[in-house]
């Protein structure tokens, strides 16, 4: 059985979060919830 851990360089899917804010002026946009990575790292948005 597997543990717990970290992702290391996959690529993760997450769902249902709920955009809170969007802000185009400083290209912002605010997410409630948690998703995989380490700050300032790129985050694809998909419909």
């Known amino acids: 059985m597997r543990m717990g851990g970290q992702m290391g360089g ?3 899917t997450t769902q249902n ?3 809170l ?5 400083q290209n912002l946009l605010i ?3 948690s998703f995989a990575g380490c700050k300032g790292s790129t985050v694809l948005i998909e419909k």
């Open 10 to 12: 996959d690529r993760v």
């Open 17 to 19: 979060l709920q955009v």
């Open 21 to 25: 804010k969007v802000i185009p002026e």
């Open 31 to 33: 997410v409630k919830g």
